[in-house]
């Protein structure tokens, strides 16, 4: 089974900064099958990106996938006070389609 | 607009089983997968399986064969996880979602199952 590597665990950052979150995966995954969620406490996960580098319906452009192979990348360009979450990766290419265990995007 | 949405919060005990149903609306139901995920308290995002509301087929994760079973009734636009041999390690969120393009675009609300 492919296993997702998020780092790092934790990020602190200010509004304005730019944030670059970061999932390696054990295996090669076809680009079209890796996905990106944002979620919030008591919250559904929210897709964000898809195959990779595609932006979900409604997304800000001041997010941004990209990578390939093994490694993955999300990039928010300018922090919103909304975007601190945690953030998790997953892959859908391969059975079980398994996500990282996410990123927690914090308020410095 | 689309929406699933899930039945309400269980309170089980261990060695009981749990049903949990979410109900799709807004788009074709059997032109998209639905999945499975759960979220421990405190922990992240787990999948647990899929199924084709189409045909009914249904791939599980390896953790939870022989424990997990996915239906769906097609003149509701209804699908079922039945989860069995419950043990305090599977209080959790239950969420289903819509998988589209390889990726879930649409959630439910989740379900809190509590085994205690």
């Known amino acids: 089974e492919i296993v997702l590597t998020q780092s790092p665990g934790t990020l602190s950052l200010s509004p304005g900064e730019r944030a670059t979150l970061s999932c390696r995966a054990s295996q090669s995954v076809t680009s079209s099958y890796l996905a990106w969620y944002q979620q919030k406490p008591g919250q559904a996960p929210r897709l964000l990106i898809y195959g990779a580098s595609n932006r979900a319906t409604g997304i800000p452009d001041r997010f941004s996938g990209s990578g390939s192979g093994t490694d993955f990348s999300l990039t928010i360009s300018r922090l919103e006070p909304e975007d601190f979450a945690v953030y998790y990766c997953?892959?859908?290419?391969?059975?079980?389609?398994?996500f990282g265990q996410g990123t927690k995007l914090e308020i410095k | 607009q689309v929406q699933l949405v899930q039945s309400g919060a269980e309170v089980k005990k261990p060695g009981a089983s749990v049903k949990v149903s979410c109900k799709a609306s807004g788009y074709t139901f059997t032109s998209y997968d639905i999945h499975w995920v759960r979220q421990a308290p405190g922990q992240g995002l787990e999948w647990m399986g899929k199924i084709n509301p189409s045909g009914g087929s249904t791939r599980n994760a390896q953790k939870f064969r022989g424990r997990v079973s996915m239906t769906r009734d097609t003149s509701t636009r209804t699908v079922f996880m039945e989860l069995s041999s419950l043990r305090s390690e599977d209080t959790a969120v239950y969420y289903c979602?819509?998988?589209?393009?390889?990726?879930?675009?649409?959630w439910g609300q989740g379900t809190l199952v509590i085994v205690s």
């Open positions: 979602a819509r998988d589209k393009y390889d990726s879930y675009d649409y």
């Open positions: 997953q892959q859908c290419g391969s059975s079980p389609y398994n």
